[in-house]
């Protein structure tokens, strides 16, 4: 999996509606400015978790690590033959 290019316009512009465009749309009250602030720390938050999740499975650093008997008995459980290891 590399990056592409429309899942992080797709995404970057959702969050970026709600946390830039939404926050106009708050209705006038006392708690306006927190819900204004929630809004926004939401929307940078959740974007930047979803672009560290984006990121980390497109290279991934480490794999599973198993042992030989667990390699030949799923290679016998799908039907594989193992000639050489």
Known sequence: MGWSFLPC???TA????VGVVLPFFTPKGNNRGVI???LVLTAATCWLFWLC???????PLIGPKLKNGTIFM???EWGNRITDL
């Open 14 to 17: 959702f969050w970026f509606a």
């Open 74 to 76: 799923m290679a016998a």
């Open 9 to 11: 316009v797709i995404v």
């Open 36 to 38: 204004q602030l929630s």
């Open 53 to 59: 999740c984006y990121m980390c499975q497109m290279n």
